[in-house]
T-cell receptor, first 109, second 110 residues
Framework: RKEVEQDPGPFNVPEGATVAFNCTYS??????FFWYRQDCRKEPKLLMS???SGNEDGRFTAQLNRASQYISLLIRDSKLSDSATYLC??????????FGRGTQLTVWP | DGGITQSPKYLFRKEGQNVTLSCEQN?????MYWYRQDPGQGLRLIYY???????QKGDIAEGYSVSREKKESFPLTVTSAQKNPTAFYLC?????????FGSGTRLTVV
């Protein structure tokens, strides 16, 4: 079983839509969680960290459910520029992080 | 500005050749990582180093070698033993706030 698993999609949504991604992690000892965004043929870039209490950054909301071992990302009012692959990441605080395979999002006009 | 620099951006290797990918960071991070990305397979860990002069194999270390003689530098050598080296190679360093990636090297076997 992979450490971090996520639905690869693709998700195709119109501009203005709300879209949610979920991922699950297998190691209950994992302490650090992130969402990364990767554009085509580019390196991944940190979108946001995920905290137990949930956190919001503009149109993006991340949540962590430790009991069920899943992480979510909600994007509200989708923009064309949100089209990318979103990587779910989890692992230890200062050691190795594990990446999901990514969820592809396409926002259409 | 602090960051990670990978070079070259594109690299072509003949079969049987060893090639070395450069990764330099000025973020003062202790931990550094090398990942390989193939289409549809996500990121796979090749090697990582948590401190100077120490490194560990990741999930797909066969055919690769690394060194960590300086905190700032973590070069990756793709040896002729790596039978399918064509891929996008990403170097990263991390702190409490996650990974910072370099812009990657695309390696192609010709």
């Amino acid at each position: 079983r992979k450490e971090v698993e996520q639905d690869p999609g693709p998700f195709n949504v119109p501009e203005g839509a709300t879209v949610a991604f979920n991922c699950t992690y297998s190691n209950s000892a994992s302490q650090s969680f992130f969402w990364y965004r990767q554009d085509c043929r580019k390196e991944p870039k940190l979108l946001m960290s995920v905290y137990s209490s949930g956190n919001e950054d503009g149109r993006f909301t991340a949540q962590l459910n430790r009991a069920s071992q899943y992480i979510s990302l909600l994007i509200r009012d989708s923009k064309l520029s949100d089209s990318a692959t979103y990587l779910c990441v989890g692992g230890s605080t200062l050691g190795r992080l594990y990446f999901g395979r990514g969820t592809q999002l396409t926002v259409w006009p | 500005d602090g960051g990670i620099t990978q070079s070259p951006k594109y690299l072509f290797r003949k079969e049987g050749q060893n090639v070395t990918l450069s990764c330099e960071q000025n973020l003062n991070h202790d931990a550094m990582y090398w990942y390989r990305q193939d289409p549809g397979q996500g990121l796979r860990l090749i090697y990582y180093s948590q401190i100077v002069n120490d490194f560990q194999k990741g999930d797909i270390a066969e055919g690769y070698s690394v060194s960590r003689e300086k905190k700032e530098s973590f070069p990756l050598t793709v040896t002729s033993a790596q039978k399918n080296p064509t891929a996008f190679y990403l170097c990263a360093s991390r702190d409490l706030y996650g990974y910072t990636f370099g812009s990657g090297t695309r390696l192609t076997v010709v």
